[in-house]
């Protein structure tokens, strides 16, 4: 974690997945407020040329309201793969991948620690 900020570190695999990892080249915050898959920043989305599967409106930090590209990806913890909705935006996870894939998020302050259980 940096500064009391949860975050999960990952890297890109070559055949295109972000991979979630221990130490990794990326860091994204755990941001529970987001109720989307994955935001990633729009130059790493077409880098790895995630297919675009729709457009949905957004409210964003901001209180602003935007509609997005929603693009198709794939995120790998351990052995488990999981597809997921990726859109425009900074390095971010949100509650709707953290509420597909695990049913225990644990974030210790103290130790800088963030824990996805399943």
């Known amino acids: 974690m940096l500064s009391g900020v949860p975050l999960i570190n990952a890297n890109v695999a070559t055949d295109g997945t972000l991979e979630l990892v221990e130490t990794g080249e990326r860091q994204l915050i755990v941001d529970t407020g987001f109720d989307g898959g994955i935001a990633l920043p729009m130059e790493l989305i077409l880098r790895l040329d995630l297919p675009i599967i ?44 953290l509420s597909r894939a695990y049913t225990i998020l644990s974030i210790d302050f103290e130790g800088e620690q963030v824990r996805l259980e399943g």
């Open 54 to 97: 729709g457009h949905c409106r957004f409210r964003l930090a901001t209180g602003e309201e935007a509609e997005l590209p929603m693009h198709w990806g794939r995120v790998r913890l351990g052995d488990e793969v999981f597809e997921i909705e990726v859109i425009p935006g900074d390095h971010l996870l949100g509650t709707g991948f």
